[in-house]
């Protein structure tokens, strides 16, 4: 290849129309797929890598499901090698034979050629309805070994040369629940990575193989460059955070915690993992790619903001991860890891963004509601079929950051809000299940001069027949997501089955049986606090109660505000003498 020249505004073209080339992919999906957990969550994540596996763009998405990818593509340019054509497109889930996730992820890539050249690969990846197993789902807690969990899927040929490899899917969809349902996302997945081929080859065509690759290794070296830079406004030193979830689904009622310490050399740090627990029984063990995509997007989230859709591999160039083997953050096979992305999932992130806030004060990130979720599974009257049926729809909120309040409604940290809650016409259309109550918590958040979003109160009404709730994608029963600098960590969440004037308490990482006329009900905590509830201000704490978000009583004892409930103003008197008590 020629050295070509390059000015700014082919550079800034062909950076953005990768970037879009994503976004178009994703929107592609979203538009073509038929399942809830894509079509109205968002579960899904896409990306470009170039020829040496490298990271090119990634510009949205669930960060275990496609920050580290380049490890998925390496491993399979590693393992086929001369074996790639163009045409081709590749399946893969396996976390130990591919670097995946877990295993209701699935990522389908497409190797792009132009003129027998391999340039770049991509990878659409989606949640699936179903990927076989012990239990609909995916979410089993007691799976004796991740094969009990679903099909493992190491990277094999689905599509060869252009011809499509019926053989192969059909023995995958067969072992699946939604053979259907499952087969359509695939294709949409599929499809939308032709979208992104198309895109890239008109992108070369326009302006030249050389001309692209020489943007390409520009952009990594502007990333890499940028993000040095940040790091160096870092004070040198070593920062620590911890953080727990509830348990691990096996041996129950004993939390399981991750621990960070991240120390910063002038400009480049390491993120160590060392100090975690051991590899665990239950189904929260994370696997490299996990925890390095965590790891790496935690530190993106302390970079300037401007930078935030441009992380490519330069940005990754500064940064070493240490993970030892055989722990709950680098699990070995055959470990379970159905609920990583959750439980342990979003500890790595908590405890790593608790790092960088004591690293970066002005930039201090407090913890989110945990997530919340469930699979509920069982016969759908209406139709004479089997559903099953996965939510975000009743987490919290986003905590806060320096200098602002936590987002409402966004839906698990993991997941920095590109996925989202349903609505509830469309839950009540897709299963038997009514929406009752679906609306904001009062002081159900961290406190804090900026308080964390509020919390969610959800309850929804079987009105099919028997079923069963596994609460294996879900925390926060027992332990709380931290606050930062004086901040309120997150409240403790709540779930419950009303069966007649019965309630029995639901936790997480549990299965339970339900019957027609069930509610489920849960007081799913918001997010946490950055700073001193006391040096809120006390016109943000009358807005706070006027729109409901925190009680009256709560402005008092927290916020040390008080005010008159008759005329629903601050007695500023009143308030001084509190806050100067505290």
Partial sequence: MGRAKIDPITLSTV???????CREMRYNIERTCQSYLISQLHDISVGIWDAKGETVAVPIGLPSQYLGGKFSVQYILNKFRKNIYPGDVF???????????????????????????????????????????AYPGGYFPNAYDIHAEGLCIPPIKVFEKGKEQKEILELIWNNVRWPEAVRLDNYSLIASTKTCED??????????????LACVKEMKNRMEKAVRSEIAKIPDG???GEAATDDDGTELDVQVWVRCDITVKGDELTIDYSRSDGQRKGFVNNVFMTT?????ASLFLFMDTSLAEYHNEGSMRPVKVVMPEGSVIN???????????????????????TAFSKALPHRAIAGWGRHRGHYIFGMDPRIGERYVQTTFDSDGSAGAVYGYDGYPGAATFNALGSVTRGNAEEVEIRYPWRIVRYEFAKDLMGQGKWRGAPGTEWEILNEGGDAAIATGSSDGDVTQA?????????????????????????KSHRMAQLKPGDRIQKHSAGGAGVGNPKEREPEKVLDDVLDEFISV??????????????????????????????
């Fill in 91 to 133: 399946l893969n889930n396996d976390p130990y034979k591919g670097y995946c996730n877990h295993l209701p992820d699935w990522g389908f890539f497409r190797p792009i050629f132009y003129k027998d050249r391999l340039l770049f690969v991509t990878l659409a990846r989606g949640h699936m309805v179903d990927t076989g197993g």
């Fill in 15 to 21: 950076w953005h129309s990768l970037i879009s080339a």
């Fill in 331 to 353: 699990a070995k096979y055959p470990a379970t890891v159905g609920a990583s992305p959750v439980c342990v999932g979003v500890q790595i992130m908590e405890a790593t963004a």
């Fill in 553 to 582: 009583d709560v402005a008092r004892v927290k916020y040390g505000v008080a005010i008159n409930p008759q005329t629903m103003a601050v007695d500023w008197e009143e308030t001084r003498k509190l806050r100067a008590v505290s």
């Fill in 292 to 296: 390095y995509s965590r790891a790496c």
């Fill in 482 to 506: 931290p606050g930062q600098f004086g901040g309120e960590p997150t409240p403790v969440s709540i779930a419950d089955i009303i069966r007649g004037e019965e309630r029995t308490r639901l």
């Fill in 199 to 212: 895109r890239i080859l008109g992108l070369v065509k326009k302006y030249g193989e050389d001309t692209v």
């Fill in 238 to 240: 070593t920062y620590s």
